[in-house]
């Protein structure tokens, strides 16, 4: 089980305070590290220092760690055009040395948008899917030929398809819960598909629907890394459990039902009940930021153990 750190920094934390988080992760062997694409605070609390762009700061991050990978959960398709957005991508994988991947979805914060003054249309499928196939168009074309889109939300003319990410291929992860739609966007473009904080007892259900759209489209579904996102709340005995729900104002039985909490081996038991279903990547959701300590912990107690 390949264990990855993902954070909301939007929730009040610097460029500083990722930094030090992305570093102690990949000290500790993590995976990844992960942040999410939003402008606004959700629900009350102080909202200092303010946001940090998802894509400034992981090109900050590129240079400033060496071996752990780097990626959005999820960027949102209603902030960047796609033809920068490649670009974007493409120059933080060149930083980073490879190690980027890209995680793209619809958005749906409609607060977040009216604060930036970013349009949010009602419907927004069809811009992530001209979105995914502009981007994976872009750096899939020959080196000295130019690309051409013609959509109904976007059009590229005579683009250089420049610059080319270092990956052969950068992952891309397509996440969401529909029953439909969003299995078929995975099953065409993605490398991962994840569900971001499901109910549990869906888990096992939505991984099949995938895989059959995959069938469906004449893909091999084992190509696919299925994922999943749950807060995590891990303290060594019930008192630092409790202390960290109410550090991030959460209740230790609400996230033991909704996240991966409680005991290091309550943890792991959760974290195998999903390997049941499938799954083989876990973003751990970290939402205190200052709290190191947490992820030493989780490397120490839990990691070692999950497979």
């Known amino acids: 089980m390949d264990l990855r750190i993902f954070t909301e920094p939007q929730q009040g934390a610097s460029y500083d305070d990722q930094l030090a988080m992305a570093q102690r992760a990949e ?10 694409d939003h402008f606004l605070r959700m629900g009350d609390g102080d909202a200092l220092p303010g946001p940090t762009d998802a894509w400034t700061t992981l090109a900050g991050l590129a240079r400033e760690t060496s071996s752990i990978r780097l990626g959005t959960l999820v960027t949102s398709a209603t902030f960047r055009h796609p033809g920068i957005l490649a670009v974007q991508v493409a120059q933080v994988d060149a930083m980073s040395g490879g190690r ?4 793209l979805g619809t958005g749906w ?9 970013v349009p949010f249309p009602e419907r927004r499928f069809g811009l992530l899917e001209e979105q995914l196939e502009i981007v994976t168009g872009l ?3 020959p080196d000295g030929e130019s690309y051409d889109f013609d959509g109904e939300h976007y059009r590229l003319t005579d683009n250089p398809a420049l610059p080319k990410p270092v990956q052969r291929r950068v992952p891309i992860i397509v996440g969401g819960n529909g029953p439909r739609r969003t299995p078929r966007l995975a099953a065409r473009f993605a490398t991962e598909y994840n569900q971001s904080f499901p109910e549990k007892a869906d888990v096992a259900a939505q991984v099949a629907r995938v895989r059959a759209a995959c069938e469906d489209a004449g893909r091999d579904p084992d190509e696919l890394t299925f994922s999943v996102a749950f807060v995590a709340c891990v303290g060594a005995d019930e008192a630092e459990v409790r202390r960290r729900a109410d550090a991030i104002g ?3 039985a609400e996230l033991r039902e909704h996240g991966l909490a409680g005991t290091p081996q309550e943890v792991l038991d959760g974290l195998g009940a999903l ?3 499938g799954v083989s990547r876990v973003y751990l959701q970290c939402l205190d930021l200052t709290d190191l300590e947490h992820l030493d912990l989780i490397a120490a107690a839990v990691m070692p153990n999950a497979g």
């Open 109 to 117: 914060m409609a607060e977040e948008h009216v604060a930036l003054g």
């Open 250 to 252: 959460r209740e230790p």
């Open 275 to 277: 390997a049941e279903t």
């Open 27 to 36: 000290q500790l062997g993590f995976d990844a590290f992960f942040r999410s």
């Open 139 to 141: 750096w899939s074309t």
């Open 100 to 103: 980027v991947e890209l995680g």
